[in-house]
């Protein structure tokens, strides 16, 4: 992998500090914010306790039609909860492969999946945009609420993965925040902003363009007009203050602070935290960002 930069390593210490969370103290979020984006009670009680870590913005199997199987490519898996959906989905013959850059992250899933038993899946050590799997190894690449949280420059490269890893006729199917419209200077500067998916998503006109370049076909990109101001909803209804900003900063589409600049201890950490559960009650998620439906084809040679 190359030096990660600043903004990279924000993103990563962020998500590898959820991977070690305990579970059970966001579970009611969790399914909260799953069951907004389409997920059935089968599909959430299909899966691992302790994949289902509430950082979903969509659900991509409702563009991506898998069929028994099939080898699925989850891009950013976390702790596996789309993995394991796919696994599911794909059957014995098929197979459902993770891929994060967070170890932490990938020990959760590995351990999710021994829990299991589910043994039609595999976990993979690697950046997004540099995947160790040989070309047309798939025939469907999902990802979930993932790629909007790679730099700008490195979206498109993650898209030309995409291809390289399809099989003719494969397809991508991915749920990500995209931007309504240009942020302001403040909010482009906001690194808790960013690690919460929000300052670091693309126009849609960006991610339409990526992926003609690099060869895809059949582009289709939907508005699935959904609430995101929920990732602002406490995990309990009788959290508040600080804790509730410790609930905020486990989702997508929430700022996180820790990861971003130094820790604080005592009185000043319950202000800084109380400051930036105010900042966040303060942004209309859905005037700023929307969730899309991103599906693509690799066209079969003539």
């Not at 210490?13 to 969790?30: G, I, R, V, W």
């Not at 589910?118 to 540099?130: L, P, R, S, W, Y």
């Not at 289709?220 to 009788?238: G, H, M, Q, T």
Request: proline share 4%.
């Amino acid at each position: 992998m190359s030096t990660p930069t600043p903004t990279a390593k924000a993103v990563h210490a962020h998500y590898s500090s959820l991977a070690l969370e305990d579970p059970s103290k966001n579970t009611q979020h969790a399914l909260k914010v799953a069951s907004s984006f389409g997920y059935t009670p089968e599909d959430l009680a299909s899966v691992p306790e302790g994949s289902n870590l509430g950082v979903s913005c969509g659900n991509p199997f409702a563009i991506a039609g898998i069929k028994p199987g099939e080898t699925v490519i989850d891009l950013g898996c976390g702790g596996g909860f789309d993995v394991f959906q796919a696994a599911h989905k794909v059957g014995p013959t098929g197979l459902a492969i993770g891929v994060d850059s967070s170890e932490d992250m990938l020990a959760l899933s590995r351990k999710n999946a021994a829990n299991s038993k589910i043994e039609n899946v595999k976990f993979v050590f690697a950046d997004i945009t540099d995947i160790p799997l040989e070309d047309g190894s798939a025939d469907c690449v999902i990802s979930n609420c993932v790629i909007n949280l790679l730099e700008e420059r490195r979206k498109k490269v993650c898209f030309g993965e995409c291809f390289r890893l399809l099989r003719e006729g494969g397809r991508v199917a991915v749920s990500d925040i995209l931007a309504k419209k240009v942020f302001t200077e403040e909010l482009k500067r906001d690194i808790g902003l960013y690690v919460g998916c929000v300052s670091g998503a693309s126009l849609v006109g960006d991610y339409e363009a990526w992926l003609r370049e690099v060869g895809f076909g059949d582009i289709l990109i939907v508005d699935k007009k959904s609430d995101l101001n929920i990732y602002k909803e406490r995990s309990s209804s009788n959290e508040s203050g600080a804790t509730e900003s410790k609930s905020l900063e486990s989702s997508c589409c929430a700022p996180a602070t820790s990861c971003c600049r130094p820790e604080a201890s005592g009185d000043s950490k319950v202000d800084s935290e109380n400051t930036m559960a105010k900042r966040v009650a303060d942004i209309d998620f859905n005037e700023w960002v929307s969730s899309y439906s991103i599906y693509a084809v690799k066209p079969k040679k003539q």
